[in-house]
């Protein structure tokens, strides 16, 4: 089966092009199988890594390579730039004749239905949020502008069809149930988890982890909040904040505010999650809302357990309640500092759980994940031939 994946690049750092690398180096590994990552900007760097088997191709549109020159140089990236995109994308995909064409999701993901009409190949999009992100991201923000953004962007996608493709993946069941009902051809395959540690965490140190962009969204000030409640009744006991972003300052004046200065610690950006979920005890997950919550299995499969905000959408499908992670309301700093110190205080559960976390965390294996989307590509030229 020939595959071709349609992607901005593979060189950026972000849990896409991650997923995306490690999905197409296992579907090459099937017998029979051709995969092709079409990329909009050069990705030579990391093209040179990818297995024997994984071909990619190049467009050189390269956006944002001039925005940094002016609001112009911006204006021609949208629209001179997609218009190159479509043209050599309409050319390679002719020439690649694919089964199965994939959007990631990025800039090609209203070319492809334009460029496929007619033609024999199956399109799926991923989605790698939720159904409802554009609302929640303008909830967030706030402000009129950003909900009409939201709502016309929203319809142009949806309400006029410019997203329409044969299949659509979304990551989670809650996301298909509350945001896509009604609507056809919508599939729930998780990302996959990309390692299997061979060891799993002891779960004896008093160090409880939290990993992600410093942003609004990932919740980490309500997290500093729960934590002063903590750290009143174990003040033995230490957070890690993994992750970088605009929201740095902002979180250690609350630190500072909270009096929490050497148990709340801001460690930066880290290259290695799997180490610092091996060195913890605990991953605590308070996110307002997410896609997925990725960092929920690569915990679970260090035997780490997790509490969670029970957001939209992501943990209520990972985590089982009371059987190998917690769940509180969304927002509830009184209930999310009630659940930490639980299984602080329990280290019984805390093992428990763990175990219990690893064993589920198999169901996300690449292995798995990757057979459940040749069962999609195998339906969907079934039906391409009746």
């Not at 390579?65 to 997609?82: A, N, P, Q, S, T």
């Not at 190159?84 to 492809?112: C, N, T, W, Y």
């Not at 199956?122 to 159904?131: D, M, N, W």
Request: with cysteine; glycine share 8%.
């Amino acid at each position: 089966m020939k595959i071709a994946y349609v992607l901005d690049d593979l060189d950026a750092a972000g849990g896409i092009q991650a997923v995306t690398r490690a999905k197409a180096a296992a579907l090459a590994a099937v017998p029979g199988n051709e995969v092709t990552l079409v990329t909009a900007n050069d990705s030579r760097q990391t093209a040179s890594s990818l297995p024997f088997g994984v071909k990619v191709v190049h467009l050189g549109i390269n956006y944002y390579e001039d925005d940094w020159k002016g609001f112009l140089y911006v204006l021609k990236g949208i629209l001179v730039r997609r218009r190159r995109h479509a043209k050599a994308l309409r050319k390679v995909l002719d020439e690649l004749r694919p089964d199965i064409v994939v959007s990631v999701g990025q800039s090609e993901k209203f070319m492809i239905p334009r460029l496929s009409r007619g033609k024999p190949w199956k399109t799926v999009r991923e989605f790698h949020y939720s159904g409802t992100y554009r609302k929640d991201y303008a909830r967030l923000q706030g402000g009129w502008r950003a909900r009409a953004v939201a709502a016309v962007s929203d319809f142009y996608e949806f309400g006029l069809g410019r997203g329409t493709y044969d299949a659509t993946v979304v990551l989670t069941g809650q996301d298909r149930e509350e945001n896509w009902k009604g609507r056809k051809g919508v599939h729930v395959i998780p990302n996959p988890c990309v390692w299997s540690p061979e060891k799993a965490s002891s779960l004896d140190q008093p160090r409880v982890v939290a990993i992600g962009r410093l942003v609004p969204v990932k919740g980490f000030d309500l997290l500093i909040r729960a934590w002063e409640k903590v750290a009143a009744v174990h003040p033995d006991w230490e957070l890690e904040i993994w992750g970088d972003g605009p929201e740095r300052e902002p979180l250690g004046r609350l630190i500072r505010e909270k009096g929490l200065e050497g148990k709340v610690l801001l460690r930066g950006a880290t290259a290695d999650v799997r180490e610092k979920l091996l060195q913890s005890s605990m991953l605590v997950f308070s996110s307002l809302f997410e896609g997925f919550g990725m960092v929920l299995v690569e915990a679970m499969a260090c035997g780490v357990p997790c509490v969670a905000f029970e957001c939209p959408c992501g943990p209520r499908d990972v985590i089982s309640p009371e059987k190998d992670g917690l769940l509180v309301p969304p927002g509830n700093t009184e209930e999310l500092a009630r659940a930490i110190i639980r299984l602080v205080e329990h280290p019984e559960e805390r093992s428990r759980m763990g175990e219990a976390a690893r064993r589920k965390a198999a169901r996300y294996a690449l292995d798995s994940v990757c057979s459940a989307w040749m069962d999609l590509f195998h339906e969907l030229n079934t039906s391409a031939t009746h």
